[in-house]
């Protein structure tokens, strides 16, 4: 097992022991919380993969309104009256942060909810303290390099490390807003972050083929998975985030996708995909349509599958090329 693989395994053991030891201590009059067996806390999450694991920390406490849908490009949504009503009336919301919920504070404004307000103390921000990459410098802040992130790649659930971070961030959170639920918060997180450990062994066995191949991406959806298991997407069809291809700049990412031999052409399912068709079509790669959000009402097992989902389609297209 390499040393990256060591670190993994070590930072998620931290977690586990982390939480395992809050869960032994003691109960805070949980009873009084879910008693009745209704749940004590209504959250709204920003996004499916949120939903998922906001779902398998806070279990039988709360119920889970996801605000956008799977097949919706997080980074714009329109915020309408429905969204406002939901958030109004929710205990707790749930975000990435990292600017990745561009469209939420005119949510948030409309619903007259103080408590999840910036700073409030039922906002809680799942990316808080990640290691983000492709953070931009100095002039790459400009317009003029398309929609960039101050605070880099918000794509970052789909490293599975990060995603401890994500739930400890929320288990944290949900323990804020309702502290009498604290020990079922830390005994779930520590059952989530235990069953990831035993999948990231899956993963890497699965993504071995990965390690060191190139990929094309219309956007830079995936660059965290490319990061955690070894593999490159050094070409994005857009000319910059949130700008699509000019004809130079697609015929440049198609000449480049010959030089390097690349297998596949990855997208999401809201990008138009008129520009890797074109590039697919001329060099034989193949364009591959990836989720990038578990199914809105899954669980924990939901956000297991999408990394299950998209690794083996990005094995499939390697081992066929």
């Given at each position: ?113 103080a408590r999840v307000r910036p700073g ?53 959170g949900l323990t804020r807003v309702d ?124 956000y297991f599958a999408l990394i299950d ?13």
């Amino acid at each position: 097992m390499s040393a990256r693989d060591d670190g993994l395994r070590l930072a998620l053991s931290a977690w586990l022991v982390f939480w395992i030891v809050t869960a032994a201590a003691p109960a805070q009059a949980e009873a009084n919380g879910a008693s009745d067996g209704l749940p004590s806390l209504h959250v709204a999450a920003t996004m499916p993969v949120l939903g998922a694991l906001t779902r398998a920390i806070g279990g039988e406490r709360i119920e889970v309104t996801v605000l956008t849908l799977a097949q919706q490009d997080p980074h714009f949504v329109t915020p309408r009256p429905t969204l406002m009503r939901t958030v109004a009336k929710t205990d707790a919301l749930v975000e990435t942060g990292l600017g990745m919920e561009i469209w939420l504070e005119r949510v948030v404004t409309g619903s007259g909810n103080a408590r999840v307000r910036p700073g409030g103390p039922a906002r809680i921000v799942a990316g808080v303290g990640i290691a983000a990459l492709e953070v931009p410098r100095g002039n790459e802040l400009s317009r003029s390099h398309g929609d960039v992130h101050p605070q880099g790649n918000p794509h970052a659930w789909f490293d599975p490390l990060v995603c401890v971070r994500f739930a400890a961030n929320i288990a944290e959170g949900l323990t804020r807003v309702d502290p009498a639920g604290a020990q079922t918060y830390a005994r779930n997180s520590a059952s989530f972050v235990e069953a990831l450990n035993e999948k990231m062994e899956e993963w890497a066995a699965l993504a071995a083929p990965l390690r060191g191949r190139k990929f094309v991406s219309y956007h830079t959806t995936w660059s965290y998975l490319a990061a955690r298991f070894g593999f490159e997407i050094p070409f994005q069809v857009e000319v910059r985030p949130g700008i699509p291809p000019s004809a130079r700049h697609r015929d440049s990412v198609l000449e480049a996708v010959r030089a390097n031999a690349i297998p596949a052409l990855l997208t999401a399912p809201y990008y138009d995909r008129r520009a890797l068709e074109y590039i697919a079509e001329a060099t034989g790669a193949r364009v591959l349509v990836l989720p990038v959000q578990p199914n809105a009402d899954s669980s924990g097992q939901g956000y297991f599958a999408l990394i299950d989902e998209v690794l083996a389609a990005l094995v499939a297209a390697v081992e066929e090329r």
